[in-house]
């Protein structure tokens, strides 16, 4: 468990979105604000990251949400 959460906190971190195949291309969906909050709230949870990670990464998130195109 604590391996999975430390896995999506680093794709978290790293900005990766996931990649479905299928079709001419691959189709990329990224997370909703919603579960990017909650899958960083999961990994503090299980000790993957900090609490000051958390704050820092929570801001991040909900800064990039407000950008113009998001």
Request: one cysteine or more.
């Amino acid at each position: 468990m604590l391996l999975l959460a430390a896995c999506s906190a680093l794709s978290l971190l790293a900005g990766c979105s996931w990649q479905i195949g299928g079709g001419p291309g691959p189709t990329t969906i990224k997370p909703t604000v919603g579960q990017q909050l909650m899958d960083l709230q999961k990994a503090k949870e299980a000790g993957a990251i900090t609490e000051s990670e958390y704050q820092a990464q929570k801001a991040k998130v909900l800064h990039a949400s407000r950008e113009p195109g998001h």
